[in-house]
T-cell receptor, first 114, second 112 residues
Framework: NAGVTQTPKFQVLKTGQSMTLQCAQD?????MYWYRQDPGMGLRLIYYSASEGTTDKGEVPNGYNVSRLNKREFSLRLESAAPSQTSVYFC????WGAGEETQYFGPGTRLLVL | SQQGEEDPQALSIQEGENATMNCSYKTSINNLQWYRQNSGRGLVHLILIRSNEREKHSGRLRVTLDTSKKSSSLLITASRAADTASYFCARDYGGSQGNLIFGKGTKLSVKP
């Protein structure tokens, strides 16, 4: 199993450009999440999807949109990138059951917006 | 901010020593989790402790939870160089299933 995969690994954008970050999981998890991590900060939740067909805003959703394409895939879109969106983005999926809630993280996408 | 707070922000110890990291939070929780992040990597789940539990062990890890003080601690015994990483506590959001609020982390350096 590959677990949670993210593409691309790195991206440089100019202000105003758009892009989509891709995430896929092969663990048959219902819930998926997008976080951003900035220096000196913990992870902050951007959007999440509790199940296929549903998405909800997290703590910092402004400037982002998401699509839960199917159970495996959850994408994050920046429509008009801003320098404040320079960050490392992590996707995660969640296992529930057997009394242990665990989030599994992808390796991250490093985004620089100039 | 609803983030929890870890302290210390950074910790440097020698191999073989114990490392203790603390996490405080402000509102009630259902559970609290600890994650590890190696440099340049995603987070890895270490352990979950529920609000009705006081202590939990997993290998060289020991987690305690004091809900009256709204705090938790992670103890790594007999540390190894491979334990060098950042450690984050995460508490459940209290609202939607699975939503977590992460602290800012403790950066642990274990010197051989």
């Amino acid at each position: 199993n590959a677990g949670v995969t993210q593409t691309p690994k790195f991206q440089v954008l100019k202000t105003g450009q758009s892009m989509t970050l891709q995430c896929a999981q092969d663990m048959n998890h219902n819930s998926m999440y997008w976080y951003r991590q900035d220096p000196g900060m913990g992870l902050r939740l951007i959007y999440y999807s509790a199940s296929e067909g549903t998405t909800d805003k997290g703590e910092v959703p402004n400037g982002y949109n998401v699509s839960r394409l199917n159970k495996r895939e959850f994408s994050l879109r920046l429509e008009s990138a801003a320098p404040s969106q320079t960050s490392v983005y992590f996707c995660a999926s969640e296992s529930w059951g057997a009394g242990e809630e665990t989030q599994y993280f992808g390796p991250g996408t490093r985004l620089l917006v100039l | 901010s609803q983030q929890g707070e870890e302290d210390p922000q950074a910790l440097s110890i020698q191999e073989g020593e114990n490392a203790t990291m603390n996490c405080s939070y402000k509102t009630s929780i259902n559970n609290l989790q600890w994650y590890r992040q190696n440099s340049g990597r995603g987070l890895v789940h270490l352990i979950l402790i529920r609000s009705n539990e006081r202590e939990k062990h997993s290998g060289r890890l020991r987690v305690t939870l004091d809900t009256s003080k709204k705090s938790s601690s992670l103890l790594i015994t007999a540390s190894r160089a491979a334990d060098t990483a950042s450690y984050f506590c995460a508490r459940d959001y209290g609202g939607s299933q699975g939503n977590l609020i992460f602290g800012k982390g403790t950066k642990l350096s274990v010197k051989p």
